[in-house]
C-alpha cells in the first residue's frame, strides 16, 4: 500500500490548456517507461486540443493538492465510438487506485456523450492495465490492422 493512501484527496478535471503540458508529461512518462515513443504519439502528445478535443474528444486529468497526476483521453473513433487511449499515472500514485478512478469517469462521460462503445488499444505486458480494462467490462476484439502504434498487441471494447 502506497504510504500517501490516507491523505490523498483527488479531484478529476476536464482539459484545459494549462493542462497541456501535464497531458503530455504523463504519457511521455510511461511510454519512455515501457515502450518507445511512436510519431503518433509525439503529435497527439504535443497538441492535445488540435488532435483529440477540437474533433469531439475528451481529455480528464486527476489532480492531488497543485498537482497533476493522472489523465485519460476519449478519441472519437466513430461517429458512436470513443477510443479509450493515453491513460496514466505518475508512479508517485500508483497503487492508489486513480487509474480506476479516471476510468470510471471516462465510461461515464462516454455514456453521457450517447456513444454506444469504448476501444482501447494496448499490449499484453501491461498487466495492472489490462486487469483494470478487464474489471470495467471491457473484452478482447480483433486487432486494429490500422493502428499506427507498433507496441499494439491487444484490442479491447466496451458495449455502453
Known amino acids: 500500500m502506497n504510504a500517501l493512501s ?12 494549462q493542462y497541456a503540458s501535464d497531458f503530455a508529461r504523463l504519457n511521455y512518462e510511461w511510454l519512455e517507461t515501457y515502450f518507445t515513443v511512436e ?3 509525439r503529435e497527439m502528445l ?5 488532435y483529440i478535443i477540437q474533433s469531439g474528444g475528451r481529455i480528464f486529468f486527476a489532480k492531488v493538492e497543485d ?3 493522472g489523465t485519460v483521453a476519449l478519441i472519437v473513433e466513430t461517429p458512436d465510438t470513443f477510443e479509450l487511449a493515453k491513460m496514466g499515472v505518475t508512479p508517485k ?4 487506485k486513480i487509474g480506476k478512478m479516471l476510468m470510471q469517469h471516462a465510461i461515464s462521460e462516454a455514456r453521457k456523450a450517447g456513444m ?3 476501444v482501447l488499444e494496448s499490449n499484453t505486458k501491461l498487466t495492472a492495465a489490462l486487469n483494470l480494462y478487464i474489471n470495467s467490462g471491457f473484452k478482447v476484439a480483433p486487432l486494429n490492422e ?5 507496441r499494439c498487441n491487444i484490442r479491447m471494447e466496451l458495449t455502453l
Not at 504535443?46 to 488540435?50: F, Q, R, S, Y
Not at 500514485?93 to 492508489?96: A, E, F, I
Open 116 to 118: 454506444k462503445r469504448l
Open 146 to 150: 490500422c493502428s499506427p502504434y507498433a
Open 6 to 17: 490516507n491523505t490523498v484527496s483527488v479531484q478529476l478535471l476536464e482539459f484545459q490548456e
Open 46 to 50: 504535443d497538441a492535445p486540443n488540435e
Open 39 to 41: 510519431p503518433h504519439d
Open 93 to 96: 500514485y500508483k497503487g492508489l
Open 67 to 69: 498537482e497533476i497526476v
